[in-house]
């Protein structure tokens, strides 16, 4: 009998559960706070819990998989690690192609000469001695270094070489573009191996503190990681590719959502502390995004599900509008550490400088506002970044961190760097003043709204003096965003409506009117046409009001709340691996392979050796990534030009597949 261990580390909550494999059935869940300072103690605390409830012991666990949305989330929120982009062979214009300069935040660049031609052949030598000295002077600056060279993917020598220079001088981690994807694009696998290098430090220790934890518990099974596709990797390989954790979570949650329903077509809600994630099921199965994982406004070449993901949460900033004479409320999308949760950590200060600032008349622009020290690789701050971040010793008041209104947009980039967070009003602070939640501090949530409240509009009146229908209306905002999320991915995935903008159809005045039932002249109906799968720990909280507004069927699952730790444990392996065909002139094919460049005068010839290669490649991967039992296929997509009445080779991409169950440890029998 074998049992499964999943985790999830989210935003706010970490989630384990154990399986019963053989009975497929959870026989025990728990949850915990996320504990950034110390990710090893909520991982701890939930893993215990849950082998407490299911009785299991460590040594009957005969596998342990995680999945996270902590990278999502950093994406979402703009946050990482500093990092430097070596680019190679490309120009100043590159740089501001696909969010490239956006994604780097003025993060430093270096530009040399190299890189190859579409054929693979070296364009320009590299100049590896000037380069030598521009790294020893950034690598106390940085976390980790990006690479990537023009046709990196068609020949891979440059990058391997840079990657080898930076590891001897600067012993930092190093992503190369071409380890990442297969695909043209340069720029879009720069940001890719940009934002892969900013998670490296993240999911490193996310890692490290799950391992420490299971080491010390005496837990030996195999730790495998969710990928932003669904299927698992091994530990090992995810530290060097956190990249492919984005989109991890809520690919857990979909195989999760089918494990707990069986249903085989609907919409998958996952909400979390920070994200709101939604994917279509149908037959059973998530799409596949053919142009890569989108997150926090970045095209990425990570192959994840087809998932939109947006900053909404149970602990999203409470943002006041004050334009317009009635102003209004948006929430994300920016998480916040709820008050009433920092009210239970720490209550006399929490609580006197909620005090202090009701008892003045005025209401000040950072009132209910704190600022919390996360820990973190300092390098490259501005003296004013540092000299606010030395500051910040301990949880303090927001105000008391400021001295001038210069010193705002230093705070901002510290939170943009994930140093700090800020504590303010959040969706869970008004579900505890409203009674739905009693997990924290919720005297603390009534004072916090209530300073919020007294806050002008564009008329300069209050927006609220009344704390309970504050929330309420917080919560109203909460469930309005969630039906503009639905409704955005049921407009994306209607093929009636390909090519439109689904935003615009989703607040459209017809479809607000339709789905209110409109009665008139003109009477309008609409309902969402499939069902919807709630999950996360406030779904029973907050989704029956969106099923209610969408007039579908709402179905919340028992174990809603830790459905991607469940689906952390009951996917598969799979690795892919692609080599390209091309035909430089008649009668000569190249097969660009992992080893180098391969000349055939053959064409099956090139496309049989590309496909041995591949086949091994992906095997070879699927092994490192912890599967057993493979199952094998490959494809051939070839590209022809007819010439003068006949076909003419192009080029070709050959593609192999490994999948399979996760190696498991042998299972301990009970104890009798």
Request: glycine content about 10%; overall charge negative; aromatic content about 4%.
């Amino acid at each position: 009998m074998a049992y499964f261990l999943g985790v999830d580390t989210g935003g706010t909550y970490t989630d384990a559960v154990i399986v019963d494999e053989a009975a497929d059935r959870v026989i025990g869940s728990a949850k915990s706070l996320t504990t950034r300072g110390d990710l090893a103690l909520g991982i701890g605390r939930a893993v215990d819990a849950a082998l407490a409830q299911s009785g299991v012991t460590p040594a009957q666990v005969a596998l342990v998989s995680l999945s996270t949305t902590l990278a999502t989330n950093a994406l979402v929120e703009g946050q990482g690690g500093r990092v430097a982009l070596i680019f190679v062979g490309f120009d100043a214009d590159d740089l501001e192609r696909g969010g490239l300069t956006e994604a780097l935040k003025g993060d430093p660049v270096v530009q040399i000469a190299g890189g190859h031609s579409h054929a693979g052949v070296e364009t320009a030598p590299l100049d590896m001695v000037a380069l030598e000295t521009q790294l020893r002077a950034l690598g106390p600056e940085v976390m980790g270094f990006a690479v990537a060279a023009r046709f990196a993917t068609r020949n891979p020598a440059h990058e391997v070489a840079i990657r080898d220079l930076i590891r001897l001088v600067t012993a930092r981690p190093v992503t190369c573009s071409h380890e990442l994807s297969a695909q043209l694009n340069g720029p879009k696998r720069a940001l890719t191996a940009v934002l892969n290098a900013r998670l490296i430090g993240m999911i490193d220790r996310l890692v490290a503190a799950c391992e420490r934890h299971l080491a010390a518990v005496g837990i030996a099974a195999p730790l495998m990681v969710v990928r932003g596709d669904g299927a698992l990797i091994s530990a090992a390989m995810v530290r060097e590719r956190p990249i492919e954790t984005i989109l991890s979570g809520p690919a857990a949650s979909i195989v999760g959502a089918r494990w707990l329903t069986g249903a085989s077509d609907a919409l998958v809600s996952d909400i979390g502390g920070t994200t709101t994630d939604v994917a279509l099921l149908r037959g059973g199965l998530p799409e596949i995004d053919p142009q890569g994982a989108r997150v926090g406004g970045f095209r990425t070449m990570v192959e994840a599900v087809a998932m939109r993901t947006t900053g909404l949460g149970g602990d999203s900033e409470v943002h006041l509008k004050t334009e317009g004479l009635s102003g209004g409320l948006r929430l994300g999308p920016r998480r916040l550490i709820p008050v009433a949760l920092l009210a239970e950590q720490h209550p006399e200060l929490v609580h006197a400088a909620l005090d202090r600032a009701l008892a003045t008349e005025t209401a000040g622009e950072f009132d209910g506002r704190f600022v919390v020290p996360m820990g973190g690789q300092t390098g490259g701050l501005t003296p004013r970044e540092a000299t606010v971040l030395a500051r910040i010793a301990a949880p303090m008041p927001l105000a008391r961190a400021l001295t001038t209104r210069l010193e705002v947009a230093a705070m901002e980039r510290l939170v943009a760097r994930g140093l700090v967070m800020i504590a303010g009003v959040t969706p869970s602070d008004a579900s505890h003043v409203l009674g739905r939640l009693s997990s924290w501090d919720a005297s603390a949530s009534e004072k916090a709204l209530r300073l919020l409240g007294r806050r002008r509009n564009g008329a300069g009146e209050r927006f609220s003096t009344d704390p309970a229908a504050f929330a309420q209306s917080i919560i109203d905002q909460l469930t309005q965003q969630t039906v503009d999320c639905l409704l955005e991915a049921a407009f994306d995935e209607d093929a009636a409506f390909d090519g439109q903008n689904s935003e615009t159809l989703a607040r459209h005045p017809l479809t607000t009117a339709g789905f209110a039932h409109h009665r008139g002249i003109l009477q309008i109906e609409a309902r969402l046409g499939v069902p919807v799968i709630g999950l996360g720990a406030s779904a029973p909280s907050y989704y029956g009001a969106v099923g209610a507004r969408l007039h579908c069927e709402m179905i919340l699952p028992d174990h809603a709340g830790v459905a991607n730790a469940i689906g952390a444990v009951v996917g598969q392996v799979s690795q892919r691996a692609s080599a390209l065909v091309t035909s430089p002139s008649v009668g000569r094919f190249t097969a660009h392979l992992p080893d180098g460049l391969h000349s055939f005068s053959d064409r099956e010839a090139a496309l049989a050796a590309a496909e041995a290669a591949v086949l091994a490649e992906a095997s070879a991967r699927a092994r490192a990534a912890g599967a057993e039992d493979l199952r094998l296929s490959s494809q051939r997509q070839i590209r022809e030009a007819e010439v003068e009445g006949s076909p003419m080779f192009i080029e070709a991409t050959v593609t192999a597949t490994a999948s399979g169950r996760p190696r498991v440890a042998h299972a301990v029998p009970p104890e009798s």
